[in-house]
T-cell receptor
Framework: KAGVTQTPRYLIKTRGQQVTLSCSPISGHRSVSWYQQTPGQGLQFLFEYFSETQRNKGNFPGRFSGRQFSNSRSEMNVSTLELGDSALYLC???????????FGQGTRLTVV | AQTVTQSQPEMSVQEAETVTLSCTYDTSESDYYLFWYKQPPSRQMILVIRQEAYKQQNATENRFSVNFQKAAKSFSLKISDSQLGDAAMYFCAYRTSGPGSARQLTFGSGTQLTVLP
């Protein structure tokens, strides 16, 4: 059974640009969550989707958005990139609340 | 809001020895989950062990066990017979379990574990 797949693995963008990251959950998993990991702030929750609906959102500006498709694949978008958006973005999927979250290997975003 | 604190930024252990990583948390809830995740250089977060707050018995997974002290809000991880492959960053994490509640994980700042040959 394939694990959580995040694409791309690495990304370099210029300040002011926008970026879209993709996450394919484990087959059958309907819950997808996104986290930002930085050396200074650690791991912070961005948002969670379940059956195409955003159920929860972390304390991030509106430049961060996401969506989930009918096949449970999820994308997150960051507009007007800032240097501080440089981070490892992790996606996790699960069957639901009471179940284990499985993480992907992340997308390393560098903003220059 | 819940908070998770890991007071040991770095730890080291000799191969085959035992090491304990500390974690404390703050919550006003009575029902929740606690986790230890491992993040090796590959960056993928891997679940090591999980504890339900309503269970008094400490969770165990092979060489990994926890000491869960609910009243003290403490959740330490013990690694026995440490192996070189155990070297990684370890994160303690909290999640509520009530219906309709927030489902995200709240992570501690991590403990970098080095295993010495």
């Amino acid at each position: 059974k394939a694990g959580v797949t995040q694409t791309p693995r690495y990304l370099i963008k210029t300040r002011g640009q926008q970026v879209t990251l993709s996450c394919s959950p484990i087959s059958g998993h309907r819950s997808v969550s996104w986290y930002q990991q930085t050396p200074g702030q650690g791991l912070q929750f961005l948002f969670e989707y379940f059956s195409e609906t955003q159920r929860n959102k972390g304390n991030f500006p509106g430049r961060f958005s996401g969506r989930q498709f009918s096949n449970s694949r999820s994308e997150m978008n960051v507009s007007t990139l800032e240097l501080g958006d440089s981070a490892l973005y992790l996606c996790a999927s699960s069957l639901g609340q009471a179940y284990q979250a499985f993480f992907g290997q992340g997308t390393r975003l560098t903003v220059v | 809001a819940q908070t998770v604190t890991q007071s040991q930024p770095e730890m080291s252990v000799q191969e085959a020895e035992t090491v304990t990583l500390s974690c404390t948390y703050d919550t006003s809830e009575s029902d929740y989950y606690l986790f230890w995740y491992k993040q090796p250089p590959s960056r993928q977060m891997i679940l090591v062990i999980r504890q339900e707050a309503y269970k008094q018995q400490n969770a165990t997974e092979n060489r990994f066990s926890v000491n869960f002290q609910k009243a003290a809000k403490s959740f330490s991880l013990k690694i026995s017979d440490s192996q070189l492959g155990d070297a990684a960053m370890y994160f303690c994490a909290y999640r509520t379990s009530g219906p309709g509640s927030a489902r995200q994980l709240t992570f501690g700042s991590g403990t970098q574990l080095t295993v010495l040959p």
